[in-house]
């Protein structure tokens, strides 16, 4: 798997929305035979987040029990922690400029993710989620902090694990 930090702009003359933006990551993945899915970074808390998120999304298809057609769109709802794909899609690139982290993960992964930097404004953006955003997302509330010693990071992952018991 190969992550690719920077800066995602939509709504410029590069990518005029969303979607031009989304359908060139498509077009990467598909010249690379890789998946591709790009992530809003300030939801993203770690690298072992988008790990453990394709882990599961992996192994719930090999057993047939996948949620989506796309492989990446089933690694979204598993790093989102959600079964409904219009909810995981807030954890995706939005409009104007976003801090984005891109996972790239079978194929040519090196040179889809070289093709992918050229994308992207190149910046830091894994590790600098928002704290407050990421609460409010995985619906993580002051007295479930006070009653465990695991941080924020801890507790995202867990609710990724969760995904498959709440069928």
């Given at each position: 798997m190969?992550?690719?930090?920077?800066?995602?702009?939509?709504?410029?003359?590069?990518?005029?929305?969303?979607?031009?933006?989304?359908?060139?990551?498509?077009?990467?993945?598909?010249?690379?035979?890789?998946?591709?899915?790009?992530?809003?970074?300030?939801?993203?808390?770690?690298?072992?987040?988008?790990?453990?998120?394709?882990?599961?999304?992996?192994?719930?298809r090999?057993?047939?029990?996948?949620?989506?057609?796309?492989?990446?769109?089933?690694?979204?709802?598993?790093?989102?922690?959600?079964?409904?794909?219009?909810?995981?899609?807030?954890?995706?690139?939005?409009?104007?400029?976003?801090?984005?982290?891109?996972?790239?993960?079978?194929?040519?992964?090196?040179?889809?993710?070289?093709?992918?930097?050229?994308?992207?404004?190149?910046?830091?953006?894994?590790?600098?989620?928002?704290?407050?955003?990421?609460?409010?997302?995985f619906?993580?509330?002051?007295?479930?902090?006070?009653?465990?010693?695991?941080?924020?990071?801890?507790?995202?992952?867990?609710?990724?694990?969760?995904?498959?018991?709440?069928?």
């Amino acid at each position: 798997m190969e992550l690719v930090e920077g800066i995602a702009e939509a709504g410029g003359d590069r990518f005029p929305d969303v979607e031009a933006f989304v359908e060139r990551l498509g077009a990467v993945a598909d010249e690379h035979d890789a998946t591709v899915q790009a992530f809003d970074a300030r939801y993203a808390v770690s690298r072992g987040h988008l790990e453990r998120a394709v882990e599961l999304a992996d192994r719930e298809r090999a057993r047939g029990d996948g949620i989506a057609r796309e492989r990446s769109v089933e690694i979204l709802l598993y790093a989102a922690g959600r079964r409904q794909i219009n909810r995981a899609l807030e954890m995706g690139v939005g409009a104007g400029e976003t801090p984005t982290v891109v996972l790239v993960d079978g194929g040519e992964e090196a040179a889809a993710a070289a093709q992918l930097e050229d994308l992207l404004t190149p910046a830091e953006t894994l590790g600098a989620y928002d704290e407050r955003r990421v609460r409010e997302f995985f619906d993580v509330g002051e007295a479930e902090l006070a009653a465990t010693d695991a941080d924020l990071k801890a507790l995202v992952e867990e609710r990724v694990a969760l995904l498959v018991v709440e069928r």
